[in-house]
């Protein structure tokens, strides 16, 4: 089944069964008191403040001619088979909007049976609803909804729309965030993945590979995705027909939605520019609940909303991601530097050679800094220097206290290995690494791209995956790197001397970002992006939060420009300021495709409008 026939069958099931919609109305089947169907008994002081109208419309009065009022509570009856959550009052009495999260159990726990079995409450759900990667922040939801089918979301949506006190609404991948940002305290998390578990019920695969021509006769490749797969199913699903995604994060276990609501970067970026430059057409359920397909030339205001727009303005149900050829294996080459200004000199020359079909190019360039933090190798691509140069590249990290490190890799398969690795040879002449210490590897195309995985798989066994990581991810513009290397790396992170994790550092090109998405970079031509991927103990990450906050302090005295990738920020004021120029921009969408801010409250962008 083709996602076009996915969605006419949502849309019929819509039609023969009205109250799926749920639009302006909850009508609610209840049926009379009796011991069998009473929900919940709840005191009835606890909700003086709350008018009967807030449970149902006063022209749906005659539906609820039972309800019985004692002097001290409420019990309220419904059919057998709706879901009945169970309400938790430990929660409740915590929760700082207690009224919110009555209104939002009880509104959605009659959800119809299309949508109520698959929201639960219970403790295991919260717990890992509540919860993301950064292990720092925490907010618990009211409930979790694991739908079936986009109509679920939509559902959903609506319904929290409807009731008088509107609750958030966020749509969780693989919950990779690092500060909260897919958590809806009081309101509901939508479990993205659970769409992977009932696509192939519905005869779909949630990927599909397409070859066509366009008007001009020139073939092109495309693969339509759920914005519930990961990036590493993607991977294999079109290397089957020959065919891959031109641009990468470095991590593959990330949800389709998840990337392009904040960019996707990776080191393909400098050429092919980020993913959310690489997607044709998108299917958006919006903050209102509307399912609207959009691209550049339909609905445009909204594709270039979403992309980048951090989950402000819709739920990606799909998305249609450019295709090439993909080669076979890569040549893999690590440089070290011991001098900053050569450092950012090559990487710098490498990317302006950056034409999408220019065959000189290099199709990856990152860089990173190698401190006295352990050996050389780490969990991102770990056993790539020989275990007999360990020693010498210490020793260089401690004369210099640090080195850097510049990493390129050129595509190739049995048709282009001679030429390719004379077009690397070329690319690398005359760079100014330290002499003897260019390192070399030949992998396969997959092993490459999904390098991160074995590290990941080794902490998880040792028990470290799961721990805090209060990272830092920023965009330096390219004339203050220097600035930036001398008051940051050669200063803050040497002093503290508690850095551990990757520190990556390398540029891009602003010409292959599309200045109308909502995604935000410096203003300048090259601009760096510098991640500090710190992972910490659970007594220790207030520490690294604290060097974070002096890296920030150091940017604002010294007036460099910088802005946060995957941002974090406490204040309305400091998101207008992370904006800029495209701040009115974003409110006008935000009006305009989610007027009551329901979506992504864990960003902390926007109130929910009452």
């Known amino acids: 089944m083709t996602f076009a026939s996915e969605r006419k069958r ?169 500060r909260g940002q897919a958590m809806a305290r009081n309101g509901v998390v939508v479990e993205m993945s659970s769409l992977r578990n009932h696509r192939p019920q519905h005869g779909s695969s949630g990927i599909e590979v397409v070859s066509t021509t366009n008007k001009d006769e020139v073939k092109l490749y495309y693969a339509d995705v759920g914005g519930e797969q990961l990036w590493v199913d993607v991977l294999h699903a079109t290397l089957e027909h020959g065919l891959s995604p031109v641009t990468w994060t470095d991590y593959l276990y990330l949800t389709v939605g998840g990337t392009l609501s904040n960019a996707g970067i990776g080191g393909q970026t400098f050429r092919f520019g980020p993913q959310i430059s690489n997607v044709y057409e998108m299917d958006v359920v919006t903050g209102e609940g509307d399912f609207v397909t959009c691209s550049p030339n339909n609905n445009a205001e909204l594709f270039y909303g979403v992309l980048g727009g951090l989950g402000q303005f819709g739920v990606i149900s799909r998305a249609r991601i450019a295709l090439e050829p993909a080669p076979k294996r890569v040549k893999w080459v690590r440089m070290l530097y011991s001098d900053f200004s050569a450092f950012s000199r090559d990487q710098e020359r490498l990317i302006s050679i950056n034409g999408r079909q220019q065959s000189n190019a290099l199709d990856y360039l990152e860089g990173s800094i190698l401190i006295n933090q ?155 992006t510098v991640g500090f991927l710190h992972s910490t103990g659970f007594d220790e990450w207030k520490a690294f939060d604290e060097q974070n906050k002096e890296i920030l302090g150091f940017c604002v005295r010294s007036g460099i420009a910088v802005k946060q990738y995957l941002p974090d920020h406490k204040t309305q004021q400091d998101w207008m300021n992370h904006f800029g120029s495209k701040w009115k921009t974003f409110q006008k969408r935000k009006a305009l495709f989610d007027p009551k801010r329901i979506l992504s409250p864990g960003q902390r962008i926007f109130q929910i409008k009452e």
């Open 10 to 178: 949502e849309n019929d099931e819509s039609k023969a069964c009205p109250l799926r919609i749920l639009e302006n109305q909850y009508v609610l089947s209840l049926r009379r008191r009796s011991p069998h169907n009473a929900i919940h008994i709840f005191k009835r002081q606890r909700f003086r403040s709350l008018p009967i109208q807030d449970f149902y419309p006063r022209s749906h009065a005659a539906l609820f001619p039972y309800i019985y009022l004692s002097s001290s509570f409420y019990i309220l009856p419904t059919y057998p088979f709706l879901l009945c959550l169970t309400f938790s009052f430990s929660m409740a009495k915590n929760s700082s909007s207690f009224p919110t999260y009555f209104i939002a159990l009880f509104i959605m726990s009659r959800l119809i049976p299309t949508i109520g079995y698959r929201l639960r409450d219970d403790p295991e759900a919260i717990i890992l609803a509540s919860t993301d990667y950064g292990h720092i922040h925490s907010e618990n939801p009211a409930a979790v909804l694991y739908p079936s089918s986009i109509n679920d979301i939509s559902s959903l949506i609506k319904f929290a729309n409807n009731v008088s006190v509107p609750f958030g609404v966020a749509a969780k991948g693989q919950g990779h965030s690092t």
């Open 374 to 528: 352990g050996p050389p190798d780490n969990w991102r691509a770990s056993s790539f220097f020989p275990q007999s140069s360990h020693n010498r590249i210490i020793s260089k990290v401690n004369k210099h206290g640090i080195i850097y490190c510049l990493e390129v890799v050129k595509y190739y398969d049995h048709h282009t290995e001679t030429t390719a690795d004379k077009e690397l040879q070329n690319l690398l002449k005359g760079l100014n690494y330290l002499p003897g210490f260019k390192f070399e590897n030949d992998a396969s195309y997959v092993e490459f791209l999904n390098r991160v995985r074995s590290g990941e798989l080794k902490l998880q066994s040792e028990g470290l995956w799961d721990v805090p990581h209060p990272w830092l991810n920023l965009f330096i513009p390219k004339s203050r790197i220097t600035d930036f290397d001398l008051g940051v790396f050669k200063d803050i992170v040497l002093k503290r001397n508690i850095t551990t994790g990757p520190v990556l550092v390398y540029p891009m090109n602003r010409s292959k970002w599309n200045e109308r998405m909502s995604a935000v970079v410096p203003e300048e031509d090259v601009f760096y």
